[in-house]
């Protein structure tokens, strides 16, 4: 089983839309959770962190976490051609990350 | 914004052959990673360090790897004997006790 399962898309959304972008894991242990965004080739980007359930909101940005579901979510609003990239989640237990495959956003002007 | 740094951004070298690869993580930060993606494929961890010691590792970090902090401010990587297979981006990254990772823009490691 999977521990961390992000649909790999690619989405593509035109400009000005709002993005939703998810990922579910199995380990309960599971108590950090993190959104980067990565471009080709690149380091992964860190947008957001958080640690308990329900949102938080950064600008564009807003992390939703349902830890009853086992369930994340980043939604994007205004999206605009400069938030094309992949969007990674990441979720910390102990010292250790572990990633979704990502999912590949494409927005369109 | 404080980064982290990684050097070479692109290294080529032959099978069998030792690579170095090194980073300087954020200053007040106390934990290091390393992590690699093989292309197209997740970000995988391999190591974590804290109080110069490993704290945890993958079964990726055989004993072909070994990670050192020989100064105040470098952390590297180092690959004994390098294979095919060890081709990837390899990311080096650090955080404070509580908080998100940041994450270098990488070395491309390259095996021929």
């Known amino acids: 089983q999977k521990e961390v399962e992000q649909d790999p898309g690619p989405l593509s959304v035109p400009e000005g839309a709002i993005v939703s972008l998810n990922c579910t894991y199995s380990?309960?242990?599971?108590?950090?959770f993190m959104w980067y965004r990565q471009y080709s080739r690149k380091g992964p980007e860190l947008l957001m962190y958080?640690?308990?359930?329900g949102n938080k909101e950064d600008g564009r940005f807003t992390a939703q976490v349902d830890k009853s579901s086992k369930y994340i979510s980043l939604f994007i609003r205004d999206s605009q051609p400069s938030d094309s990239a992949t969007y990674l989640c990441?979720?910390?237990?102990?010292?250790?990350?572990?990633f979704g495959g990502g999912t590949r956003l494409m927005v369109k002007p | 914004e404080p980064e982290v740094t990684q050097t070479p951004s692109h290294q080529v070298t032959q099978m069998g052959q030792e690579v170095i690869l090194r980073c300087v993580p954020i200053s007040n930060h106390l934990y290091f990673y390393w992590y690699r993606q093989i292309l197209g494929q997740k970000v995988e961890f391999l190591v974590s360090?804290?109080?110069?010691?490993?704290?945890?590792k993958s079964e990726i970090f055989d004993d072909q790897f070994s990670v050192e902090r020989p100064d105040g401010s470098n952390f590297t990587l180092k690959i004994r004997s390098t294979k095919l297979e060890d081709s990837a981006m390899y990311f080096c990254?650090?955080?404070?006790?509580?908080?998100?990772?940041?994450f270098g823009s990488g070395t491309r490691l390259t095996v021929v």
């Open positions: 958080t640690y308990s359930s």
């Open positions: 990254a650090s955080s404070p006790s509580l908080g998100g990772y940041t």
């Open positions: 990441a979720i910390r237990a102990g010292n250790m990350l572990t």
């Open positions: 360090f804290y109080n110069n010691e490993i704290s945890e």
């Open positions: 380990n309960s242990a599971f108590q950090y």
